[in-house]
């Protein structure tokens, strides 16, 4: 392990080379909220695992589907019952300014953005070298689904057809009902189930890899968060909840993957005090964004274009 003695354990973020930089900025709000201490990973400035304590797979671009075996198909405010007032007028501020950050950002994207075998290829062999030293890992959308193929499994790459119960939703607002099952470690890591969370993704879980089991489903049915059923927490999400730094089970859950992350070693987390308020997650973020000078450039571009690449490696054990 990496940390030692008054310091934080290291958490790699993966991103892109082009893009990204809002997910990034917000992943490392999350982590160091958490008590931790992020470093970012993308193809061109890659990171040996044994410097690690932990692993985020952030979101991004489709999964080249012969990954899993397939072919690219070519695929032609307001305020909820029950929320909290000060939530809501949080999201009024937060939301709009993610959304605009992540926007202005994306016309510096790559136009090639969504084809990226070299960042595949990365983050496979990173979830491998994380498996096998048993450093807990939480994926994002795509990192969720990245996380899936590793272990075997497989992915729809259209979901129209499948909203049935609910409409379609992709936004970074919490407008989509998903249900946690209790037993889940994804439950006992957000101390209780979410009922709303946002959707930026069109593809989803088909098949589960070897070992793993869903965590949490939507009203249509559809896979919204997979575990592994024996790793100590090997968690992916479809959702992005490192845009949701003010509901507290979002943090939650970056708080349980540094805690993972330090049990081996010699330092806890240093959690930011009860002071993690809605009002302090709002202004800390802000203050990130402004003081991160990699966000004003580059910015995760969603939706991202299908991916078209034809990666030679396949994911192993």
């Known amino acids: 392990m990496s940390a030692r003695p008054g310091e934080r354990p290291v958490i790699g973020v993966t991103g892109p080379d082009r893009g990204g930089g809002a997910a990034w900025a917000f992943a490392r709000l999350g982590v160091w909220m958490a008590g931790g201490s992020a470093v970012r ?31 690219l198909l070519h695929i ?31 016309s510096y994207a ?18 491998h070298a994380a498996v096998l030293r048993q450093l807990p890992i939480l994926g994002i959308c795509r990192g969720a689904q990245l996380l899936n193929v590793h272990f075997g499994g497989s992915l729809y790459q259209d979901l129209k057809g ?10 970074i607002l919490p407008r989509k009902h998903i249900d946690v099952p209790p037993d889940t470690r994804l439950c006992a890591a957000l101390g209780r189930r979410p009922g709303r969370v946002n959707a930026l993704h ?21 896979v919204q968060a997979i575990e592994h059923e024996t790793l100590p927490f090997v968690v992916g999400v479809q959702w992005h909840p490192e845009y949701l730094p003010q509901i507290p089970q979002q943090r939650a859950l970056f708080a349980a993957l540094v805690r993972h992350a330090a049990q081996a070693t010699a330092v806890a987390p240093r959690a930011v005090p009860p002071a993690r308020s ?26 991202a274009a299908q991916a078209a690449s034809a990666l030679q ?4 054990q």
């Open 76 to 106: 032609t405010e307001k305020k909820h019952p029950g929320q909290p007032l000060s939530r809501w007028m949080v999201g009024l501020v937060l939301f709009p300014l993610t959304w605009l950050i992540r926007k202005l950002a994306a």
């Open 110 to 127: 790559s136009p090639h953005a969504g084809r990226d075998p070299l960042r595949d290829a990365l983050e496979i062999r990173l979830i």
């Open 162 to 171: 499948f909203y049935i119960e609910d409409p379609e939703v992709r936004t």
């Open 313 to 316: 490696a396949a994911p192993s």
């Open 202 to 222: 069109r593809q989803a879980i088909h098949q589960l890899g070897r070992g793993m089991r869903v965590a949490a489903r939507d009203r249509n049915g559809i």
């Open 41 to 71: 990973i993308t193809p061109s400035r890659p990171r040996d695992i044994a410097g690690l304590d932990g692993l985020i797979v952030g979101g991004g671009a489709d999964v080249d589907p012969k990954l899993y075996g397939q072919e």
């Open 278 to 303: 809605v009002a302090a997650a709002c202004a800390a973020s802000v203050i990130l964004l402004i003081a991160c000078a990699e966000i004003a450039i580059p910015s995760e571009r969603e939706p």
